[in-house]
DNA sequence: TGTTGACTTAGAGTATACTCTAACTTGTTA
DNA sequence: TAACAAGTTAGAGTATACTCTAAGTCAACA
């Protein structure tokens, strides 16, 4: 798989999926005889993962400490990191809720004062 | 209220509050004799609203738009905005959720490899 | 009255995460 | 074989949102 192909399936545009390697979130990939970089399955599996971490808030420095766990086989590491983000997660999950209930209560009332 | 209460009030430092006046998200200040910043329990609220906005993922400038509807009493555009934003944290919440999944996973069969 | 802490301004600096440009090479199709 | 799309590099530029600095003013207390 080529990095335009990548690109495609992970939704991560290819300016992105070279920044990621330079900045050592991602190894260095593996290139063809004409220079092109080439993706496999770990690669795609690796990146919608860490664009799972991303959107769910975890910035890159911390991701990269994550996928660098994931390369030495740091499990301990790897466990203590996910059960941190798993409350971050949940701690969100409450915040949005209540987002929810502010944001409709301020609708309601705006519906309200404007219909009177 | 000066400066350093609302900061205190609100949990935004005063440096991003002044940020927040030079940038036109909020009103400038009336100051009183000593030329110091005063708020009131308006501005309170305001700040209170803006945080809420900015923690559901809404950048300040559509939260600066917001507050000008708010201010020109253009209720239309508010409610449309609002509706809007409740879609995307509806959004959020779903997104969240299948975070929440995938990261459980991944933790599960972290610790199932780890213990054999 | 002196010192401490909070306030003022304009403007510079920082952090995060891209995003784009220029100049070039390579692969595929008409 | 010409042209066009997609790949390569190093490095510059952009967007968002602060965050800090310098130099000064003001208010309250010992």
């Not at 545009?13 to 991602?26: A, P």
């Not at 860490?50 to 959107?55: E, M, Y």
Request: hydrophobic letters at 35%; glycine letters at 6%; one cysteine or more.
């Amino acid at each position: 798989m080529k990095i335009g192909e990548l690109a495609k399936e992970t939704g991560v545009s290819t300016h992105t999926l070279r920044y990621y390697e330079k900045i050592g979130l991602i190894d260095t990939a593996t290139k063809d005889a004409s220079g092109h970089r080439n993706y496999g399955a770990f690669e795609l599996d690796l990146i919608n993962w860490v664009v799972c971490l991303k959107k769910s808030g975890m910035p890159l420095e911390k991701i990269k400490t994550y996928v660098a766990a994931f390369k030495t086989g740091d499990a301990n590491n790897m466990r203590e990191m996910l059960e941190a983000h798993l409350v971050k997660l949940h701690k969100q999950q409450a915040d949005i809720e209540h987002y929810l209930d502010v944001t409709e209560r301020k609708l309601a009332s705006l519906k309200k004062s404007t219909t009177h």
